[in-house]
């Protein structure tokens, strides 16, 4: 399942895992196109960004949500 709204510490705190538990729930950023917050079974959020390489979708994790705040990971994000 996925959502796309725009990424707020707030929202981010409240998010929970919505799959079946085979599935990633990632909750896009409307924002920055390819920024997320991967929500994990366990609780646990990581933020992510989305690109493609060789016709492959591909998620890199930037950080994990506690640890660095949106805007720090917006900010790596961007750089990459």
């Known amino acids: 399942m996925k959502s796309k709204e725009s990424l707020t510490k707030r929202r981010i705190d409240g998010l929970q895992y919505q799959a079946d538990g ?3 729930f990632i909750a896009w950023d409307s924002e920055m196109e390819g920024f997320g917050v991967r929500v994990y079974p ?3 959020k990581s933020y ?7 016709g492959r979708k591909r998620f890199m994790t930037i950080g994990k949500a506690g640890r660095i705040t949106v805007s720090q990971a917006k900010e790596i994000a961007q750089k990459r």
Do not use: D, V
């Open 48 to 54: 992510c960004i989305a690109y493609q390489t060789g």
């Open 22 to 24: 085979e599935n990633t």
């Open 42 to 44: 366990s609780g646990k």
